[in-house]
């Protein structure tokens, strides 16, 4: 076969093994406003891809004994194209049916075909390049391993390079779906240069590209945007409005799949989630006893109880650690949150901010609001971080955190069971009073080294003139028989199967979606 310059074997593995890593690492970050991050999720995402890569090497390895040419791999670049770009229609037109696509399956099987439809056959086209790269390069069988040893290490090199730089840069600077524009430009100019002909290969093959990269990307210009208003490394972010009943307008805040809170621009004291209104309360019954606060978020969201506590106790000291720079951007930009505010935002993980806070740093309210209902922070959940916070707590401090369960509650359970080996006084708050009969419910957990007055607290009415707490709040004895039942263990750095004890609640959730 006569060479040029632009065969360069090991280059062009390079750029495949680059963009199939490059699909799989926003392959998580695509499907996340509609299915969430978990273990489940990337666990599918990796194997699904592997599987194409796999089925893709075996079908390339038959057509490289048969048809190996410089124009049957170039076609196999253009086919690759479009099939990456294929993924922004098909992850919109499946991720508004969700894993309800296909009801009746377990949650496992159902979100490796949802994960699958979308990704592997992508992936397969991509696999079936390196084989016949291979059978290409191999001109001499005396320096076969040389070439082959070069090959799959510049393979290696370009799914490295490939991971790091998708991870670490191109997702928080142009977003997924502009990745996936590139891929497939990519993708469709280097196909069209191998298998292009003549001493004009360049032109040929750029014109061609330009050609057929307007054809694919027309169809799907309306979605490219895709459903996020910012991407970062952590979030899909999207903000809208909603006018209330009561007339008033206030901006939403989902994060990937889950709304996370609503935000009044004008009234900082408005609170509309059910949890948030059991944290005034709460906050209520510590203002009263303690002269000053001390709050530690864990979490910013949208700022919308910070920038309550701001405005109703003004000498209150609040400290915010939100992992996400760009979740607080868009607090300032869009949701409220004043240049002038005198909360402090920290944005860097919870947990790495108390190991670097001073020993003697204190804190009386706590308020832990980093999980959403099947992407929950494993390493914020366990004994070793409840110890770690409750050393950085006064010794009546009060810890809130809301989290999200349904039947059989599982995860509720082995919660608390681990909250209590670190506060001997827990009190569970779900916000419906038919908790029981749904598969989906917010609970709120008051923790706190020394009781609290439920008497006092079920008095007060934080900032809406009703007794939420005095509502809902369960008494000990119903607590004590929940923790008799469900999973009887706790949760620690090395065991924290928190996937799992989700999966009731999130199968459930998605046979109705």
């Known amino acids: 076969m006569k060479k040029d310059w632009l065969w360069r074997p090991s280059l062009i593995v390079f750029i495949s093994n680059a963009c199939v890593m490059t699909i799989e690492l926003v392959a998580g970050r695509i499907i996340a406003p509609w299915v969430g991050v978990s273990l489940y999720t990337w666990t599918s995402v990796i194997g699904v891809i592997l599987a194409g890569m796999s089925a893709g090497n075996f079908i390339g390895g038959k057509l490289a004994d048969r048809f190996a040419s410089r124009t049957v791999l170039g076609g196999l670049f253009v086919l690759g194209g479009p099939a990456s770009l294929s993924v922004l229609l098909t992850a919109t037109v499946f991720g508004e049916r969700g894993l309800g696509l296909v009801p009746g399956l377990p949650l496992v099987a159902r979100m490796v075909l949802y994960i699958g439809t979308i990704f592997f056959i992508p992936s397969t086209i991509l696999g079936t390049i390196s084989p016949l790269v291979v059978k290409l390069s191999l001109q001499d069988l005396n320096h076969a391993g040389n070439t082959v040893g070069q090959i799959y290490a510049a393979s290696a090199l370009g799914s490295i390079l490939g991971t790091f730089a998708t991870g670490y840069y191109l997702i928080s600077w142009f977003g997924t779906h502009a990745i996936m524009l590139g891929v497939g430009i ?20 750029t014109a061609s590209a330009v050609l057929v990269a307007a054809v694919f990307i027309a169809p799907i210009q309306p979605i490219l945007q895709g ?25 939403i805040l989902a994060l990937d799949r889950l709304v996370h809170s609503y935000s009044s621009l004008d009234n900082p004291r408005k609170l509309v989630y059910q949890y948030e209104k059991v944290a005034a309360e709460t906050t209520e019954y510590l203002a009263q006893r303690e002269p000053m606060l001390n709050a530690f978020f864990i979490g910013g969201g949208g700022y919308t109880f910070p920038r309550y506590l701001e405005a109703v106790y003004p000498n209150s000291r609040i400290d915010v650690a939100e992992i996400d720079p760009g979740v607080t951007q868009t607090a300032y930009q869009m949701l409220g949150l004043s240049p002038s505010t005198r909360i402090m935002t920290y944005n860097e993980d919870a947990r790495m901010y108390l190991k670097t806070l001073p020993a003697d740093k204190r804190y009386n309210l706590v308020l832990g609001d980093a999980f ?62 038919d908790y029981a009969a749904v598969d989906h419910n917010t609970f709120i957990i008051l923790a706190s080294a020394q009781p609290i007055d439920t008497a006092k607290l079920r008095t007060l009415t934080g900032s809406d003139n009703v007794r939420d707490i005095d509502q809902w709040l ?40």
């Open 227 to 251: 459903p996020c208003l910012r991407e970062t490394n952590y979030f899909c972010i999207r903000v809208t409005e909603k006018t209330l009943d009561d007339k008033s307008v206030v901006r």
């Open 372 to 433: 959403n209902d099947f992407s929950v922070p494993y390493h914020l959940t366990t004994r070793e971080f409840n110890d770690m916070l409750r050393s950085h707590m006064t010794p009546d401090g009060i810890y809130i955190l809301n989290l999200i369960d349904g039947k059989p509650f599982n995860f509720v359970i082995a919660f608390m069971r681990t909250l209590k080996l670190t506060f001997n006084n827990l009190y569970l708050i779900p916000t419906n009073k």
């Open 186 to 205: 990519i993708l469709i100019v280097l196909g069209l240069l191998l298998g292009a002909v003549g001493r004009n290969r360049l032109v040929t093959g």
């Open 474 to 513: 369960l008494p000990d004895s119903k607590v004590a028989e929940m923790l008799q039942g469900g999973p009887q263990y706790t949760l620690s750095d090395d065991f924290v199967p928190v996937d799992n004890l989700l999966a009731p609640m999130f199968e459930a959730s998605a046979a109705t979606h």
